[in-house]
């Protein structure tokens, strides 16, 4: 993973020599940094609601101490949101998941307990929904190639100041390490109740594609006490949200469920909502029982992509104002 580069410039400057007197004055030196957001994390994805309305400009506030790694605000950077075309945005770097150190056996974070549901609506499981509080409970997979992560920003936001930034980028200094590539943010919930809304807003900030099949989507597994992937006892529901127009491979233990079949809209926030009850039984024919655990996924990614001559992709997604509850 590749560390933000600054570049400092200063210049100098001498007073003209007065007509009485000498007067000798130096600027102290000036800097500017300009960080360079690359594609790589810096550290160790028939609609029944959707709308679109335009991006808000977000006030340029201090941000707030401790956390991860931040880019100041002020400085410059390459996000191409509302406060970004500014010239002032803050970017925020997660800690690696569970502290993992490559070579050694990856194990997620633990599922965030919830304890009682109120049975009443509008309780979101989510725990910092709108990134607001840093980067936590939020994760990714450090331990996979085809696995990518994020940052948060202020670039832009559909809620407050924050929003959740992934970046995929293929090209000459960025070549695909595989055939399928996922930047992404993940967030694991403990519960025997089954949520039934899933809703949030996305913006498409970036969207350079190729003949290769590259979308953004959200996911929903609801599993047991198993929940690392392979063959274990889960139900998906994978929401396409946009970019794509068909099933990019086949999965027995996942349904796939069509947001959009259209490309996205670019430089506005889309907003998205589902009911989860409604889809698995429409989808599964019957509600999940017996399980523990519910994950929730947002991507963006490519699947298919041919390594031996890939095409150049570009996409960036931010993520924000998220919602998983009653």
């Not at 001498?14 to 007067?23: D, E, G, Q, Y």
Request: charged letters at 20%.
């Amino acid at each position: 993973m590749q560390g933000m580069t600054r570049a400092i410039s200063a210049k100098c400057r001498v007073p003209r020599v007065l007509a009485w007197a000498v007067v000798l004055a130096a600027v102290v030196p000036g800097c500017r940094r300009e960080p360079r957001l690359d594609g790589e994390p810096r550290g160790p994805g028939v609609p029944r609601s959707s709308t679109t309305e335009p991006a808000a400009t977000r006030a340029d506030e201090p941000g707030s101490s401790g956390g991860p790694a931040a880019v100041p605000a002020g400085e410059a950077g390459s996000a191409e949101g509302p406060n970004a075309a500014a010239g002032a945005f803050e970017e925020r770097v997660p800690p690696v998941p569970s502290g993992w150190v490559a070579g050694t056996r990856f194990a997620p974070p633990p599922p965030v307990p919830l304890g009682d549901v109120p049975a009443t609506s509008g309780f979101n499981f989510l725990t910092n929904a709108g990134f607001e509080d840093g980067t936590e409970p939020w994760w990714y997979f450090p331990d996979r190639p085809h696995w990518g992560g994020f940052t948060v920003t202020t670039a832009t936001a559909r809620e407050g100041r924050w929003s959740a930034r992934l970046e995929l980028k293929v090209d000459e200094t960025h070549p695909p390490p595989d055939k399928t590539h996922i930047r992404g943010v993940i967030h694991d919930v403990r519960t025997p109740v089954l949520p039934n809304v899933v809703s949030g807003s996305y913006y498409v900030e970036t969207w350079e594609r190729g003949e290769v099949d590259t979308y953004t989507q959200f996911v929903v597994i609801v599993a047991g006490a198993a929940m690392s992937g392979g063959s274990v006892k889960n139900q998906q529901l994978r929401y396409l949200l946009a970019g794509i127009d068909h099933p990019p491979f086949g999965i027995a233990n996942a349904k796939f469920v069509y947001v959009t079949r259209e490309q996205p809209a670019v430089g506005q926030w889309v907003r998205f909502e589902r009911n989860l009850t409604a889809d698995f039984l429409e989808y599964w024919g019957e509600l999940p029982e017996r399980f523990e655990n519910v994950r929730i996924l947002f991507e963006v990614r490519y699947d298919n992509m041919d390594v031996s001559n890939p095409p150049r992709i570009h996409a960036v997604v931010h993520f924000d104002d998220l919602y998983l509850g009653t």
